[in-house]
């Protein structure tokens, strides 16, 4: 009697939690279209855009060739396929009309196993220079690869490797100093039933590490699936993404770097990840607004699926006040947004896999 009592509630609670991965997986959501201007896709981007960040002078780092060790082997397939080669790009704000060039890595470099990821800039502001973190995945293990940029010849130099125990399975990076930044390790395992595990059960096993240029410490953990990050203009506000719980969460940073929870933004939409625009300093975030369509994109990349971007206005304490949707598209031109950036009423909206575009926004 008790037995069946028991087994009833775990198979009602098993019910329940298969209701909800389901509801998860967005098979009732409809996208309608519309673009906040003229949009046309960038030439010469074919196969991913993932990450981007724009530099106080109009400058964009574009982050292409992802791949992602939980990706199926289907995705790598596509690479062999199309000789996708991980790279970063540049693009200038300033001068739209001109297609985006490919940084040259400084020799030395293995840029066979280069499969860069999330990617973020500290920007000196006495002595202008430019430091990019990149988060990469070569075979078998994650690094943070930091280089310096040498805007006279287009070039990244090679400055150093980081390698370590807290580096598990990195998502994001997001620089703080030119020795300094947060990342986020997305889970706790690199295989793909491992993670399917984290995912379906919903364990919150991912946080966000920061390094202080000698030791790496936990600043924020119990994550579910933390993805993008970004930091406010004042320095004192880090964004964070969680694609599983599909919202936006606001960290006060400590002055030991710790990062304080402050609010959870809901967005109802697979979330992907966050800029901040230099001006005004509220929130861009790519999203994937059909879960499914975006499954099956990550598997067959051919394959369209809806992009979505969303526009978080924040207020001077940088608290998320309201959210206005800027752009929508059902899977026709462009499939699967990542990210996007905006500088001066124009906006970059970026895909792990497929194309860039370029739009000026008229709708704000
Ligand atoms: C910003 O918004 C938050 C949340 O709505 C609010 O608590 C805070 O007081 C606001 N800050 C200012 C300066 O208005
Ligand atoms: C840097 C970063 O957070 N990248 C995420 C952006 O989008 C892709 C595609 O879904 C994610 O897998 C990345 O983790």
């Given amino acids: 009697m008790y037995l069946k009592i028991v087994l009833s509630c775990l198979f009602i609670l098993f019910l329940q939690h298969l209701a909800q991965v389901i509801y998860h997986m967005d098979y009732h959501r409809v996208v309608y279209n519309h673009l906040p201007g003229p949009c046309r896709l960038v030439p010469g981007v ?24 939980l ?50 800039i500290f920007e000196d502001k006495q ?10 995945h070569p075979p078998g293990f994650d690094t943070i690869e930091k280089f310096e940029f040498i805007p006279e010849e287009n070039l990244l130099q090679h ?6 125990p ?19 390790n997305y889970g706790y395992f690199r295989g793909y039933w491992g993670h399917l595990m984290e995912f379906i059960l919903g364990l919150p096993f991912g946080n966000i590490m920061y390094f202080d240029g000698n030791d790496y410490k936990l600043a924020s953990d119990g994550l579910l699936m933390p993805n993008g990050l970004a930091l406010s203009h004042d320095g004192k506000t880090v964004y964070a993404v969680c694609s599983k719980t599909e919202d936006l969460k606001v960290y006060r940073r400590e002055s030991n770097n710790i990062l304080e929870f402050v609010q959870q933004v809901p967005l109802y939409s697979g979330v992907d990840n966050p800029t901040v625009e230099p001006k005004t300093g509220n929130i861009l975030i790519g999203a994937h607004p059909v879960l499914y369509q975006a499954a099956e994109h ?67």
């Fill in 46 to 69: 074919e196969y991913g855009s993932e990450d981007m960040q724009t530099l106080s002078n109009g400058l964009t780092f574009i982050s292409s060739g992802f791949l992602f060790p």
């Fill in 71 to 120: 990706l199926p082997k289907s995705v790598d397939m596509y690479h062999e396929e199309h000789n996708i080669r991980g790279k970063i790009l540049l693009f200038d704000f300033n001068h739209p009309e001109n297609d985006p060039v490919v940084l040259k890595i400084s020799e030395g470099f293995d840029q066979d196993t280069f499969h860069p990821h999330g990617i973020s």
């Fill in 127 to 136: 002595s202008g220079r430019v430091t990019l973190f990149v988060v990469n």
């Fill in 159 to 164: 400055v150093k490797t980081y390698i370590d």
């Fill in 166 to 184: 807290a580096i598990i399975l990195v998502n994001d990076v997001l620089a703080i100093g030119e020795n300094s930044f947060y990342f986020t």
């Fill in 298 to 364: 990550f598997t067959y990349p051919e394959v369209s699926a809806p992009s979505q971007v969303l526009y978080l206005h924040t207020n001077s304490t940088n608290h998320v006040t309201f959210v206005t949707e800027l752009f929508s598209d059902a899977g026709h031109t462009l499939y699967a947004s990542t990210v996007a950036s905006m500088y001066q009423k124009k906006m970059l909206i970026g895909t792990a896999l497929q194309k860039l575009m370029y739009c000026e926004v008229r709708t704000l």
